[in-house]
T-cell receptor
Framework: GAVVSQHPSWVICKSGTSVKIECRSL??????MFWYRQFPKQSLMLMAT?????????EQGVEKDKFLINHASLTLSTLTVTSAHPEDSSFYIC???????????FGNGTRLTVT | AQTVTQSQPEMSVQEAETVTLSCTYD???????LFWYKQPPSRQMILVIR??????QNATENRFSVNFQKAAKSFSLKISDSQLGDTAMYFC??????????????FGEGTQLTVNP
């Protein structure tokens, strides 16, 4: 079945540095990738939608200059957390629709810890 | 905009028994999909079951079944013969058909299910 590969699975970084998270669709073309953020014991909140070849669409309240999204190809979308701060520590997860009528497939998520 | 509500933050059940998780949603759409996802401690999102709104028949997947009441906008999940491995956070989710404007997964708040031995 359709697989979304997300890397890294976990990362620890120092405050003020930037971190890049990658999501790749392994056996299908993902023209769209959804990026979610999840705090402990809470639901998944959509941060932004990336589209191959165009600018990402950010949800209200999400800082587009802080969370840079690039959809470089039909199989790769990246999320860069710039100038990370401890409050950015969270679980980030991507998902992509493999096709019409098919459920979204999720990456395994990235646990980000900012010290 | 669509909203999804799960009114049970936590539930517990004894192994081998049956448990039902509740979900209600609000939408003006006539065609859509509903899902139940399972998130174990590994935090991987696992699709449990899905329902297409235009299908009246309730979806079933082995021990998992749903009670879909379109008029009431209710979509509950029944887990039969509960197993220890069913312990997880369960999310109800709504999505307009992929390709329609604004199609994305909207999640409920989640229900933490614990299966006790």
């Amino acid at each position: 079945g359709a697989v979304v590969s997300q890397h890294p699975s976990w990362v620890i970084c120092k405050s003020g540095t930037s971190v890049k998270i990658e999501c790749r669709s392994l056996d299908f073309q993902a023209t769209t990738m959804f990026w979610y953020r999840q705090f402990p014991k809470q639901s998944l909140m959509l941060m932004a939608t990336s589209n191959e070849g165009s600018k990402a669409t950010y949800e209200q309240g999400v800082e587009k200059d802080k969370f840079l999204i690039n959809h470089a190809s039909l199989t790769l979308s990246t999320l860069t957390v710039t100038s990370a701060h401890p409050e950015d520590s969270s679980f980030y997860i991507c998902s992509a629709p493999p096709g019409t009528g098919s459920p979204l497939h999720f990456g395994n998520g990235t646990r980000l810890t900012v010290t | 905009a669509q909203t999804v509500t799960q009114s049970q933050p936590e539930m517990s059940v004894q192994e081998a028994e049956t448990v039902t998780l509740s979900c209600t949603y609000d939408t003006s759409e006539s065609n859509y999909y509903l899902f139940w996802y399972k998130q174990p401690p590994s935090r991987q999102m696992i699709l449990v079951i899905r329902q297409e709104a235009y299908k009246q028949q309730n979806a079933t997947e082995n021990r998992f079944s749903v009670n879909f009441q379109k008029a009431a906008k209710s979509f509950s999940l029944k887990i039969s013969d509960s197993q220890l491995g069913d312990t997880a956070m369960y999310f109800c989710a709504f999505m307009k058909p992929w390709g329609t404007s604004g199609s994305r997964l909207t999640f409920g708040e989640g229900t933490q299910l614990t299966v006790n031995p």
